[in-house]
């Protein structure tokens, strides 16, 4: 399809409590308009628009439902765009959290279910099956629902099924860790990992403010282009508007490398001090395997070719292609190269099978995106990543929380941190969410969407 520019706008809204919503409703639907007014041919609004995020024990009024999309609609209609909203949407007596979209003439395009409840989701919504774009007249859209942006092979199966535009109503929600800076790691990183991963813009709508004083959402809404650049971002506490002009139809250039499924002995490497460093020369290895004695290292991990240097057990890159295992000290480590680390499903097999430690060599001097790519690995999966980068003289290790943990700098030459197999096994990232759960069923729907695809 023709490459084409597209307004767009993220509607970012004031936190409502469900009982608020009638209230608040003439709010929401004037900033919708003005989006409009503004010249979006896509609105997006967040998730849990209609009739809020926490349900409460209420059922769901589905007359409330049904005036809601009709004010969505007849906005539509006045301003011939596209919106998409996150609501709740009932279907065969199951409600769902939903993104649904209304095209120009007013008429639902389609929808999709979030597929990974994230925490009390689960007590009111069922649990979405399809993974299909939406057509719609700005293009095919890869709808998605919040925690679903966390699953790297979600948002993949929708654009490898032509979806131009990535589109997510979401409750991004904040610690409050930091009130003057709210985090959320979707926002802070993943968002623009997706879009470049993917080759396609990544249109997010978000919440400000709280919901009954127990739900605290950080803003940021955002328009992503396909190369992970912010073209238009929110603030943090209030409402906005967020417009841009999305370039569509033409996508990316995408990773598609994978690692081979390894099984890993289930109690290995349970838990070790591991030492790492960029020496390459026999001399300097054997150099640092003394320090990391010293050090009480039980494993040395190095650039280099192997051999006995003495010391801790010594890991090395040297000589080991992608897809690699490696083993030091009771510690499994896979290599990766760009095609395998930068797929959004490079290391998802190999995770599933048991292997949490990750190395990696990049092939291009780009620091802040190594640093991206390997945070959001490491948190999306619940795994080490260490990154050698040659060129920079710089080698750092993220942990399983996304957060890099040690690093070389300088004459800094040689760092460390605890490989704790512990920490890689807590896959339950929020009560009743388990990311190897959500890889999993991603997995299966795509599977049958392909196979559908294949008979179609």
Sequence with gaps: MQERKIPVAAVQLAAHDRDDFERQWHRIEALADEAGKQ???????????????V?????????????????????????????????AKIVNDRTYNAAIAVGPDGRELGHAAKQFLWHFDRR?????????????????????????????TIAASLADRGAELLVMPTAWVTSGRDPA????????????VRARENGVPFIVANKSGVELGSVAYCGKSAVVDAAGAFLARGGERDEAIVVAEARVGVRGPVARGAFVPAAIPGDA?????????????PGDIARFARLAGYADADVLIARGPAGAVGGPSHMALAGNPAGTVLEAGGVYAGVVDDEILLSPRGLVRARLAGLDCFLWQPGREDPDWNVRFARTRAAELRAFVLVFEARRRRAFVVDPDGMVAAGTFDDFQMASFVYDRARTAATTVAPTTDIFDGLRTAAAIGERAAVGTERA
């Design 55 to 87: 349900l409460g024990t209420e059922p769901v009024d589905v007359q409330q439902l049904e005036r809601a999309s009709d004010a969505i609609a007849a906005v539509a209609r006045r301003h011939q765009a596209t919106i998409v909203y996150g609501g």
């Design 181 to 192: 800076a709210l985090e959320n790691i979707q926002a802070d990183l993943m968002v623009n």
């Design 269 to 281: 490497g349970a838990r070790a001090r591991v030492a790492f460093t960029l020496a390459d020369a």
């Design 124 to 152: 009111w919504y069922a649990p979405g099956d399809a993974l299909e774009p939406v057509d719609s007249p700005v293009g095919r859209l890869g709808l998605l629902v919040c925690a679903d942006g966390r699953i790297p």
């Design 39 to 53: 010249g979006a041919k896509l609105i997006v609004l967040p998730e849990g628009t209609v009739p809020g995020y």
